[in-house]
């Protein structure tokens, strides 16, 4: 069967300036799924662009997709770790508490948290200020105000030293002022210098008691939806924090996306074997085929009838030294009756034995007075001095694509 010729999309992409744009566009397309968007997403990026945009134009060698997969893991983390350094280092805006009940009564209680500066060094003093709104606690004047409390730590979200978002011990500090019984709207400061590198969190709470129960609570800021923590102050560098990054970047990209993308490229190269390995299978159980004297031998049609294997012929072997020692004087292969057969004229001027062996599926016998031996087998015991040509003759069905005979070593 006559394989189709690629389009000139494919054709392209299979030149060199047409793998470095396609790996150019994987490495972009995968950057932004990851950076922009999720992680997750960017499997099915990396699936896309990695493995099935360059099977289809045509670039289907395992070597060449387990490679531009690498580059395109080794390009997105650093790149993407760019884009999340840029939007740690990018100030938040003012955070309130709850303005609904339980933590609010038609108003936030806690109102315009921030902490200044939000880059900065180990050397920086940094400022934590909030608004306490008393008129907004829920059943408020029985429920007051007693302290406000600052919490810094690199565990998003903790209030306490013991927190289960994170593995234990871990930095952590808390500042109390004292609010009792406040009955107007109060601005508190705190202040801090961390003195470490890195990105931290901070959280603030308003303990308010019950003067019917005497019970206490707290509300707190609305932080993140997952810990409840906000982000900051970010103490160090760009670079500081980059560096800082990376490594986790790295193996977060490898564990989701190179992972997923090595075990598709497996699966892909056990069934490509698979098929390849019945292919091969076919074609050496069909064997010829010929119905008159055009029939194929040995992969050459009948006007070739010379062909012994690819790209050789009769004119080519004849009288070409084998070996060191063995002149090969002739190869003949022929259709008869639906069988093969090839004769093969040997000589050995050192009166060694004559030798030949079978590459591939050998069905056939050599002369009817011999039994078939396996691959390399000697055949007459040759006369010293002899010059004139022996010849022997095997028949074998013909295995396409294969060599099958050659003198043996």
Not at 29 to 56: K, N, R
């Amino acid at each position: 069967m006559q394989q189709q010729k690629p389009t000139r999309l494919r054709a392209f992409l299979q030149k060199p300036v047409g793998k470095a744009l396609l790996l150019a566009f994987a490495i972009a397309f995968v950057f932004a799924a990851t950076a922009y968007v999720s992680v997750l997403l960017g499997i099915p990026a990396i699936l896309l662009t990695g493995l099935a945009v360059p099977i289809w134009a045509g670039l289907k060698a395992p070597r060449y997709l387990a490679l531009s997969g690498l580059v395109v893991l080794l390009l997105v983390a650093p790149l993407a770790n760019v884009v999340l350094v840029q939007e740690l280092m990018t100030p938040i805006a003012p955070v309130d508490s709850g303005n609904s009940l339980p933590t609010g009564n038609g108003g936030s209680v806690l109102q315009n948290a921030s902490v200044s500066p939000y880059v900065g060094g180990t050397a920086t003093n940094y400022t934590w200020t909030v608004t306490v709104v008393p008129k907004y606690i829920p059943n408020y004047p029985t429920n007051t105000t007693e302290s406000v409390t600052l919490f810094v730590s690199n565990c998003p979200g903790a209030t306490t030293n013991d927190s289960l978002n994170c593995a234990t011990p871990y930095p952590f500090w808390a500042f109390a002022q004292s609010a009792v019984n406040l009955s107007t709207s109060t601005l508190f400061t705190f202040h801090y210098q961390i003195g470490s590198l890195g990105v931290w969190d901070w959280q603030i709470g308003l303990n308010v008691t019950n003067h019917g129960t005497n019970l206490s609570y707290q509300i707190l800021l609305s932080g993140d939806p997952t810990y409840n923590g906000i982000e900051g102050p970010v103490v160090g560098t760009f670079a500081d924090i980059y560096g800082s990054f990376l490594g986790p970047v790295y193996v977060e990209v490898l564990l989701y996306l190179g992972a997923s993308f090595y075990f598709v490229l497996l699966i892909y190269m056990i069934f490509k074997r698979r098929e390849r390995n019945r292919q091969e299978t076919a074609k050496r159980a069909a064997g010829p085929t010929p119905t008159d004297g055009s029939a194929r031998c040995f992969g050459g049609p009948a006007s070739r009838r010379g062909r012994v294997g690819p790209g050789r012929n009769v004119s080519e072997l004849r009288r070409r030294r084998l070996r060191g020692r063995e002149d090969l004087l002739e190869v003949r292969c022929d259709a008869r009756g639906g069988r093969v057969e090839r004769t093969v004229a040997f000589v050995d001027p050192e009166g060694m034995n004559l030798r030949f062996a079978v590459y591939g599926r050998r069905t056939g016998t050599v002369c009817p007075e011999y039994a078939p031996m396996p691959r390399t087998m000697n055949v007459f015991p040759t006369p010293a001095g002899l010059t004139v040509p022996m010849s022997i003759e095997i028949s074998y069905p013909f295995v396409s694509g294969l060599d099958v005979l050659n003198p043996a070593a």
